[in-house]
């Protein structure tokens, strides 16, 4: 069996005869997970992906779409076999199948090998050859499509421009001219492709071509762009009037966007960019994996450790935007771990706990993963103390923060942390986890009811977000201001409800865009419902509201607010406890009130054991961004139920 990707979705079989693999939605579910690269892909993200808009009954339809796929590819596979390609792995699937019967992972591999060992050009070769069309021809309007497109794209180009660069080195490009002319006029921008193509031509005897093509160049760059040519081509265009070009072609400086560098560069790039937003965050993030990835396949354990610990990007957020490749950076992490063994220079050892605590902060995670995490976390702390080395240790306090949430009512717990990160921070000169700092004391503030200090610490955070251009900053004081004027709504002279929901519609515009889709999805119909409940007011039920992964909680109220009450009874029976993050007293508070609302003594009393500790916080406030109102209310009327006969 052989997938092809390179071009429209296709399986073939061995003897080269086409799989019917269904309709569109089949083809998208099995190039989803060849995008996956052998991951397991959640049903939960599937369906996302699948579905801007999920129907009712995604999960179904995705499970049909995955049975035909699975008597396409294993026609002859017995009913009661287990399926060996299309497999089930914890909450989703995963397709296993060799690298090389997928044409994707070949041509990424074949040029991998190109990179490190130039005899393997004609691979390379042969492996651009295999090029159909845009990668994922056949799937539109898909995100993740659309994503993987310019991805592969991208290394399609370099793989192009090494290529050309290994056959002039060797001598043999003279009958590059015309595939390198075509690849200019269709990438104008690509510098390093005009230095190649000039020296095509120079190689062919066409040394007044060669000067003409960087010679456009450079009217090209100048006229367009505003920008001289790089050193490369100034040089080269030296060499060629001076008889002097070497057949040595200098290794392509091109940083354009998604360009494949080493595993240190690459990470180091990812680093910068993060801090960005946008498009960038989410390319940032893949991209550190992309390192992670080539630094293991080197077998260089020093290497892989400082790669995957290189990544010291302030985190905020409780939840990740990506848990598959959170988990696959932990697992590199635990595994570079065991396999330096306790004689590890202690740094090393350090980063790498710090990273398996920050990365492992998903809310699926088992009770010994969170125990591990929570344990990683300490362990690095302590290290970095030991090092006395300011950096590492506000990385690993950042850690330390992100495993603070094991349990309702932590807040003052969580200020400590950050006033000790801000305060290295300050004094080190480490402006990112400066601004990490205020941002986890303006949360802790919240959490606390605080707004006067909370608002200074924004403030402060704003300031700072300027100075180092980090513009994901005002995305979340944006959200921060909308909470604390939900909070003065309920004053006298106060904005009114209606003047606060379009500040959270404004803060709300401005997430949607940010790069942060963990954080986004389902928050803006919360903070409208904590919004209403400030006020005493039913729950929303506009049936377009998206309410993400608060739905289970949020469904009770809903359904109160609709009239149904038999059906909220039962929506609350189901409700599981909440997950560990900035929003569990939230959840908490929202299962206490429809308890309350529908007379459950037993429910009223488990939720009010759980608020107990966090009887001095905000719902919803430690997340900077919503408040439902004081828990004290929440609880009181828990347990007001709970003891009724």
């Not at 200019?184 to 492709?193: D, F, L, N």
């Not at 929202?590 to 529908?598: E, F, G, M």
Request: proline letters at 6%.
């Amino acid at each position: 069996m052989r997938i092809d990707v390179l071009g429209a979705v296709r399986a073939l079989h061995d003897d080269g005869a086409l799989v019917d693999l269904g309709g569109p939605r089949h083809r998208e579910v099995l190039g989803r997970l060849v995008a996956a690269e052998g991951r397991m892909v959640t049903t939960e993200t599937l369906v996302n992906d699948l579905w801007a808009d999920p129907p009712a009954r995604a999960v179904g339809a995705l499970r049909t779409f995955v049975a035909a796929l699975r008597r396409a590819l294993e026609p002859d596979r017995p009913p009661r076999d287990q399926p060996r390609m299309l497999v089930t792995e914890g909450p989703g699937y995963a397709l296993r199948l060799p690298r090389e019967d997928v044409d994707a992972h070949r041509f990424q591999d074949a040029l991998a090998r190109a990179r490190s060992t130039p005899d393997t050009v004609t691979d390379l070769g042969e492996a651009l050859a295999a090029w159909r069309g845009p990668a994922y021809a056949d799937v539109t309007g898909s995100a993740w499509a659309q994503r993987e497109r310019t991805r592969l794209e991208e290394l399609r180009l370099e793989g192009v421009e090494l290529r050309a660069r290994l056959l002039l080195r060797s001598g043999d490009g003279a009958d590059l001219v015309a595939e390198l002319g075509a690849h200019v006029a269709e990438h104008p921008w690509r510098e390093p492709a005009w230095g190649l193509l000039a020296r095509a031509l120079h190689h062919a005897g066409r040394q007044a071509d060669a000067l003409s093509t960087l010679r456009r160049a450079r009217t090209m760059l100048i006229d367009q762009l505003g920008l001289d040519p790089g050193a490369e081509l100034r040089r080269l265009e030296s060499d060629i009037l001076n008889g002097t070009v070497s057949l040595e072609v200098a290794r392509t400086t091109w940083a354009g966007h998604g360009v494949r560098l080493g595993p240190r560069t690459t990470v180091d790039l990812a680093r910068t960019l993060a801090l960005a937003g946008g498009d960038a965050l989410v390319h940032s993030r893949r991209d550190r994996l992309v390192a992670v990835q080539a630094a293991e396949r080197t077998g260089d354990l020093s290497l892989t450790a400082r790669i995957i610990g290189a990544y010291d990007v302030p985190a905020l957020w409780s939840g990740s935007d990506n848990p598959e490749q959170s988990r696959a950076v932990v697992a590199a992490a635990e595994r570079t771990l065991t396999a330096l063994g306790t004689g590890a220079p202690t740094d090393l050892t350090a980063r790498l706990l710090a990273t398996i605590a920050v990365e492992s902060r998903s809310a699926d995670l088992s009770g010994a993963e969170l125990k591990r995490a929570h344990e990683a976390a300490h362990q690095a702390e302590a290290l970095a103390r030991d090092l006395a080395d300011p950096a590492l240790l506000a990385f690993a306090l950042n850690g330390v923060f992100l495993q603070s949430f094991t349990r309702p009512g932590l807040a003052a717990e969580r200020d400590r942390v950050g006033a000790e990160i801000l305060d290295l921070a300050t004094r080190h000169g480490l402006p990112n986890f400066a601004i990490l700092g205020r941002l986890v004391r303006l949360q802790s503030a919240s959490a606390l009811g605080d707004l006067d200090v909370a608002t200074a610490h924004a403030q402060e955070a704003d300031q700072l977000a300027a100075t180092i251009e980090s513009p994901l900053v005002s995305v979340l004081t944006r959200w921060f201001r909308a909470r604390a004027m939900a909070a003065r709504s309920t004053e006298p002279g106060g904005p009114t409800a209606a003047t606060t929901a379009a500040h959270y519609r404004a803060a709300e515009d401005a997430l949607r865009t940010a790069g942060m889709p963990g954080l986004h999805r389902g928050l803006f119909p919360l903070a409208l419902l904590g919004l209403r409940l400030l006020h005493n007011r039913p729950a929303p039920t506009d049936p377009h509201l998206d309410w993400g992964p608060y739905r289970p909680w949020t469904r009770p109220h809903v359904l109160l607010a609709q009239h149904r009450d038999k059906e909220a009874r039962t929506a609350l029976a189901e409700v599981p406890d909440p997950p560990h993050g900035h929003l569990q007293e939230a959840m908490w508070c929202l299962i206490a009130r429809a308890a309350v609302r529908l007379d459950e003594h037993g429910i009223a009393a488990h939720a009010a054991s759980f608020l107990r500790d966090a009887h001095a916080e905000h719902a919803g406030a430690a997340s900077g961004m919503l408040t439902l109102g004081p828990v004290a209310q929440y609880l009181a009327e828990a347990e007001g139920c709970a003891a009724r006969p």
